[in-house]
C-alpha cells in the first residue's frame, strides 16, 4: 500500500487547474479580418456556449441585476454602475477563456475582475466616463451656440420670416446630432477591446487604448457590419418579452471573445 506523505505538494497540474486567470500570447500587432470572418464570430460564439449555456446565462444575468440594483441607489447610480461594469465585463472575458482553454465553464468567473487588474480596469472606466461627459458636454454648447449665437436667425426672425428661422435652426440641430453621432462612434474605439487586451493580454492602459483604437480603424468596415447585425439580432431577440437576448446575449459574448482572439492573439 502506497503511504501518503502529508507535506508533499501537490501536482503540477493541480495547481494549475486551479489558476483563476493566465494571460494570452499576442502576436504584437493588430491583424485585419474580412467581412466573412467577422460575421461568423456569432457562430463560433454559439459554439463556445455547447454544454456552458447555464453558467454563461447566469453570469449574465447575474451582472444585469448588479448592474440594475446599484443604479436605482441615489447619487451613487449616476457613477458607479459604469465602473462595476467594467469588472463585470473582465469576469465574462474570463469565463470564455476558461471555456477555450480548459472546456469547463465557472460561474465564479464572473467576479474576476474584483480581484485581478482592478486598479487598471477601474481606471479604464473613470476614462471611459469623462470621455462620455465631455462629448455630451461639447454636444450641448454646440447645440446652445447654433440656437442662440448666430445674427443670421435673428435677423430672419425680425425680418418677418419665421420658416427661414425655423429651417436655420432645424439644419443646425441635425449639424450637432450628426456630429455627436459620429463622436460617440469614434469614441468607442478605444475601449472596445481594452478590457481582454488589459486582463488576459497584460497590457497597460494606454498601450491597451492604442491597440484598440488601432484594431478598430483597421477593422472598421467588418466591424461595421457585425455591428448592424448584431444590431438587428437584438432587436428581433427583444420582441418576446426580451427572452430572446437570453440566447442572443451569451452568443454575443462569446463573439466579442473570439472577435478579440481573432485580431490580436498568436494561432
Request: proline share 4%; charged share 10%; glycine share 12%.
Amino acid at each position: 500500500m502506497e503511504e501518503v506523505n502529508p507535506y508533499q505538494q501537490p501536482a503540477t497540474a493541480n495547481v494549475q487547474s486551479e489558476q483563476s486567470t493566465s494571460s494570452l500570447s499576442l502576436h504584437g500587432g493588430v491583424g485585419k479580418v474580412g467581412v466573412g470572418q467577422a460575421l461568423g464570430w456569432l457562430g463560433e460564439g454559439a459554439r463556445m456556449l455547447s454544454g456552458h449555456w447555464g453558467p454563461v446565462i447566469g453570469a449574465l444575468v447575474v451582472a444585469f441585476l448588479i448592474y440594475m440594483a446599484v443604479s436605482m441607489i441615489p447619487l451613487v447610480g449616476y457613477i458607479a454602475p459604469n465602473f462595476l461594469l467594467m469588472l463585470l465585463y473582465a469576469g465574462i472575458v474570463q469565463m470564455f477563456f476558461r471555456i477555450e482553454q480548459e472546456g469547463r465553464s465557472d460561474f465564479g468567473d464572473l467576479f474576476a475582475g474584483f480581484s485581478n487588474k482592478t486598479g487598471p480596469l477601474l481606471l479604464l472606466a473613470l476614462v471611459q466616463f469623462a470621455a462620455i461627459w465631455g462629448v455630451m458636454i461639447a454636444m450641448i454648447a454646440g447645440m446652445v451656440a447654433m440656437a442662440g449665437v448666430d445674427m443670421a436667425a435673428f435677423s430672419a426672425l425680425e425680418s418677418g420670416d419665421p420658416a427661414a428661422f425655423s429651417n436655420f435652426f432645424t439644419a443646425g440641430m441635425i449639424t450637432m446630432m450628426v456630429l455627436g453621432f459620429v463622436a460617440m462612434i469614434l469614441l468607442t474605439f478605444p475601449f472596445y477591446f481594452a478590457v481582454p487586451l488589459i486582463f488576459l493580454g497584460d497590457r497597460g492602459l494606454g498601450e491597451a487604448m492604442k491597440m484598440s483604437t488601432q484594431a478598430c480603424l483597421k477593422n472598421f468596415i467588418p466591424l461595421l457590419v457585425y455591428g448592424i447585425v448584431a444590431g438587428i439580432l437584438s432587436l428581433v431577440a427583444a420582441l418576446p418579452i426580451l427572452l430572446g437576448w437570453l440566447v442572443l446575449m451569451p452568443i454575443l459574448a462569446g463573439a466579442y471573445y473570439q472577435a478579440f482572439k481573432d485580431v490580436f492573439v498568436e494561432s
